[in-house]
């Protein structure tokens, strides 16, 4: 399958360079380029496309403006070469931010990350889940679900605690993650906590006990999860 692109940059050396750039990865083709953001707003109102890559500072219009303007919108990658728009990329959230000069390589990685969520998207209801998908430090990070060790609720945010890694902190309340996980597989044992079952090697006296070796408490409110656990 590929996916459907439009590059939009003021700058014609910079369309040029994704032109190049999109030409080697065969999951992607370049529908359109523009060089201001007003006509490729036009374009993007009447055809669905599926990447965008769009330059933040142009004349009139920025890209910024350009993305936050569009009633349907297609996953995001920003290109410029100011570090301080990064949060604003963020709030619209774009998939990735690109410095100029992009070098191909993470030009490459950021493209991957478009085509993952593209695939994710679209996998049909009944698919299994195999990864979890969150903003953290303003860019889109994959997360295997059998990676995760357990995950923590820190008021507006959730800490996920990653096997062999450091883990990823995102603003997200604890019942939104739970939406986005396999329910036969996680489970809440706490308000503070989401644990993935089979994680789970021992229960006593209301605590998990993980197979990292993490001691969990386990609420009143949620100690159904005992017996979800002994039918495992």
Request: proline share 5%; aromatic share 10%; glycine share 2%.
């Amino acid at each position: 399958m590929t996916y459907r692109c439009v590059a939009v940059d003021d700058e014609p050396l910079a369309l040029d360079i994704i032109k190049a750039y999109v030409a080697k990865i065969p999951a992607l083709t370049l529908v359109q380029t523009f060089d201001d953001a007003i006509a490729a707003s036009e374009f993007l109102r009447a055809t669905a496309i599926d990447i965008l890559f769009v330059d933040i500072q142009m004349p009139d219009v920025t890209g910024i403006d350009l993305v936050r303007a569009l009633e349907k919108k297609p996953v995001v990658i920003f290109t410029t070469a100011h570090k301080n728009y990064a949060y604003e990329g963020f709030q619209l959230d774009a998939i990735d931010y690109l410095l100029k000069p992009i070098a191909f390589e993470n030009f490459s990685k950021a493209a991957r990350k478009a085509i993952d969520y593209l695939e994710y998207s679209n996998k049909p209801a009944s698919a299994p889940e195999e990864s979890l998908y969150v903003y953290s430090e303003y860019k889109l990070v994959k997360i295997n679900l059998g990676d995760i060790e357990y995950i923590e609720s820190l008021e507006d945010y959730i800490k996920i605690h990653i096997a062999d890694s450091k883990p990823i902190l995102t603003l997200m309340s604890m019942k939104k993650v739970l939406e986005k996980l396999p329910e036969n597989k996680f489970k809440r044992i706490h308000r503070s906590f989401i644990v993935p079952i089979t994680k789970v090697a021992s229960v006593q006296n209301r605590k998990a006990f993980l197979t990292s070796g993490k001691e969990l408490p386990i609420s009143d409110s949620y100690a159904s999860f005992i017996q979800d656990w002994k039918n495992e």
